[in-house]
């Protein structure tokens, strides 16, 4: 039956090992009571395992000359199984933890809900597991959060369904532990749904050999998180509320996110005061960046402050700077400004130069009031609002 909804499906297994003599065979026999579309890909072992695998004619063998990383197996099996015709991999460790009487979890849920990629739940709240792999996985779920908006209750288990098809055009760099990061996020990323579905996990450290190297993998893992949150702040997440309000437009999004959203009316307000304000801020170049991670920080709705931070809009910013300039001027108690060319971009960038400090004094100063003056109006519309809502809604 689970053998031909695989089939349906048009998947296969992908089995990554490296020196797990131990657990191998009990790995592949279990598995093969579900398919016989299995590609193993030996990294390198240095044990037994070559020996092992020769038992096993009826699946697919690749043999690593040399240990390249979990990663890199995870991508020469990927590209294996598009060579063959697949359009899904269902990933096991070699090491035993796993239970391929749940592969059929994984299958059920696409053939309820649709394509997605899929990560085993292994619930490691529950006795046994060791306390340095649950706060691992508390870490890095927090951070695939940040860096996608989904939230996950594990993120770290190697026991998964791709929709590798789809993911055929994703580029990845990384090759050790952190790949299962990587492509998760970037999977997120390209708006394919991920996941988690409940499986069983045992941890024997009799039989268990886990080549995590807990000083290196986790300085990797690391650095990979540092890049992803950079790329989330500076590009993906500009892109999806660049797109999302584009999508919407003006209108839709004043009805569905400023007036009709879930969030308070202060949590608005404040939304509405911080674009305004990182908007009006001498931050160019960086006020998306800067604003998402504000309302991040604060807990405020990230598409209305990052709607109204783009109040410097390209036409506007020459009457902003110039604004600036004149109450810096004033407030610094500086002799009035001479006039300069509005034709001419480099006239005005000189300008600035010249009077640098009247112009960041005035810009905070201007930020600060149309922020305080945005937000009062805010939170004063949407109270009206809400009190003409229940009005309506008593009568």
């Known amino acids: 039956m689970y053998s031909n909804a695989l089939s349906d499906l048009n998947g296969c297994i992908i089995i990554p090992t490296y020196n797990n003599e131990k657990t191998l065979r009990r790995v592949l026999d279990k598995t093969l009571v579900f398919t016989n579309e299995i590609i193993v890909v030996n990294d390198g072992s240095t044990d037994s395992t070559v020996e092992i695998l020769k038992e096993y004619p009826q699946i697919k063998i690749i043999h690593q000359p ?37 592969i059929p979890v994984f299958l059920e849920e696409i053939q309820k809900n649709g394509e997605a990629l899929l990560i085993g739940d292994r619930n490691m709240e529950q006795e046994g597991i060791p306390g340095k792999s649950s706060f691992g996985n508390r870490f890095s779920n927090f951070w695939y959060q940040f860096e996608t908006g989904i939230q996950l209750n594990d993120t770290q ?45 045992l941890y024997d450290e009799s039989e268990r050999v886990s080549h995590f190297r807990p000083f290196k993998d986790f ?5 990979l998180n540092t890049w992803l949150v950079l790329l989330t702040l500076l590009y993906i997440k500009p892109r999806d509320y660049f797109r999302s309000f584009k999508e919407k437009g ?68 020459p009457f902003i700077i110039y604004a600036s300039l004149k109450m810096g001027s004033y407030i610094l108690g500086k002799p009035p400004l001479p006039p300069f060319k509005w034709d001419a971009f480099d006239s005005y960038k000189e300008f600035v130069s010249q009077h640098l400090a009247e112009y960041i004094v005035g810009s905070f100063s201007l930020a600060l009031i149309c922020s305080f003056l945005f937000g009062l109006m805010s939170y004063l519309l949407l109270g009206i609002r809400m009190r003409r809502s229940r009005k309506t809604g008593s009568s």
């Open 250 to 317: 003006f209108r839709r999004f004043f009805l569905e996110d400023l007036l009709h959203s879930e969030d308070s009316k202060t949590k608005k307000a404040l939304s509405v005061a911080l674009g305004v304000f990182i908007g009006l801020s001498p931050f160019w170049g960086f006020q998306t960046l800067i604003v998402l991670f504000l309302a991040f920080v604060f807990r405020l709705n990230k598409l209305i402050s990052f709607a109204f931070s783009n109040v410097s809009i390209p036409p506007l910013i």
């Open 157 to 201: 288990s190697g026991f998964r369904l791709y929709p590798i098809r789809r993911m055929k055009d994703l580029k990845f760099f990384t090759q050790k532990f952190e790949f299962e990061i990587e492509v998760i996020v970037k999977v997120a990323w390209a708006g394919i749904p991920v996941k988690n579905v409940p499986i069983q996990v």
């Open 66 to 102: 040399k240990n390249q990383g979990k990663g890199m197996a995870l991508r020469t099996g990927f590209k294996e199984a598009l060579k063959l015709g697949f359009d899904y991999a269902v990933t096991i460790d070699s090491d035993g933890q796993h239970f391929p009487e749940d």
């Open 219 to 223: 300085t990797r893992i690391s650095l």
